[in-house]
T-cell receptor, first 113, second 109 residues
Framework: AQSVTQPDIHITVSEGASLELRCNYS??????LFWYVQSPGQGLQLLLK??????LVQGIKGFEAEFKRSQSSFNLRKPSVHWSDAAEYFC???????????FGTGTRLTVIP | NAGVTQTPKFQVLKTGQSMTLQCAQD?????MYWYRQDPGMGLRLIYY???????DKGEVPNGYNVSRLNKREFSLRLESAAPSQTSVYFC????????FGPGTRLTVT
């Protein structure tokens, strides 16, 4: 069965520090991969996606993610975090050619001054 | 473009009451979805519709029904609400990427 693991429930970083949020997936084939962000009381906004090609993908708000097939990972990174990045982040996968998105349980990011 | 819209934003029901959550998209997407979000569990798919006239069960369909009224609209119905259905409900639509509505916060007492 497909699964998505975000091992960190909550991460706290200082403003200006670098950030890496982890995501691992369990799939038979290379899926499509996504990162979404959710601010409190809001819907989900797409940060970036990977379908194929270059394994380092750039997204909005200065985020990037790297697909590593050998590790079944799609970690999200940002070199310098801003206070406005405090939110919950969800990794999601969908099997190529299918419709269903499978979400991880999310990582809540707190940014301290 | 409004994207994906959902009504209502908030709702409180008593156990056993029924209600319909409405969703509409103006992006001409074929696929539409209903998810529920519960603390510590991420989003779980309730039902989806790959195209107008078709619907399929997702991971947690029990207690829900859906209607794909036309290409724009996809509604979710709770026939007899239970406290376990207290959740935040999100609608989404897609071609290759899913775009989400703002959510409906439902409380069943």
């Amino acid at each position: 069965a497909q699964s998505v693991t975000q091992p960190d429930i909550h991460i706290t970083v200082s403003e200006g520090a670098s950030l890496e949020l982890r995501c691992n997936y369990s799939y038979g084939a290379t899926p499509y991969l996504f990162w979404y962000v959710q601010s409190p009381g809001q819907g989900l906004q797409l940060l970036l996606k990977y379908f194929s090609g270059d394994t380092l993908v750039q997204g909005i708000k200065g985020f990037e993610a790297e697909f590593k097939r050998s590790q079944s990972s799609f970690n999200l990174r940002k070199p310098s975090v801003h206070w406005s990045d405090a939110a919950e982040y969800f990794c999601a996968v969908v099997q190529t050619g299918a419709n269903n998105l499978f979400f991880g349980t999310g990582t809540r990011l707190t940014v301290i001054p | 473009n409004a994207g994906v819209t959902q009504t209502p934003k908030f709702q409180v029901l008593k156990t056993g009451q029924s209600m319909t959550l409405q969703c509409a998209q103006d992006m001409n997407h074929n696929s539409m979805y209903w998810y529920r979000q519960d603390p510590g569990m991420g989003l779980r798919l309730i039902y989806y519709s790959a195209s107008e006239g078709t619907t399929d069960k997702g991971e947690v369909p029990n207690g829900y029904n859906v209607s794909r009224l036309n290409k724009r609209e996809f509604s979710l119905r709770l026939e007899s609400a239970a406290p376990s259905q207290t959740s935040v409900y999100f609608c989404a639509s897609s071609e290759n990427v899913q775009y989400f509505g703002p959510g409906t916060r439902l409380t069943v007492t």
